[in-house]
């Protein structure tokens, strides 16, 4: 039987792109309470944050695709060197 901790970490695995969406709505809303705070919301500056928030989020799923592919690989090799 599964523990919480793994079950959510499995779900995350299997649906990666949920987790791609939940880490741009986490960073879009830090970003706007830190202009909150400082009083800078205009209109620009949610086109801002939402910006910088597209280009860190992309940043983030270029990375995680990349390190899917290369563990997939080591799997591979891996499994060929056992033989």
Not at 68 to 82: G, T
């Amino acid at each position: 039987m599964m523990n919480p901790v793994e079950k959510k970490k499995s779900f995350f695995e299997n649906h990666p792109k949920v987790c791609y969406a939940l880490y741009a709505v986490l960073l879009f809303a830090f970003n706007l309470f830190l202009r909150w705070k400082d009083r800078e919301l205009s209109a620009d500056e949610y086109f801002i944050s939402a910006i910088n928030t597209l280009i860190l989020t992309a940043g983030f799923v270029w990375g995680d695709r990349y390190r899917r592919k290369n563990l997939v690989n080591q799997k591979k090799i891996e499994e060929y060197l056992k033989k």
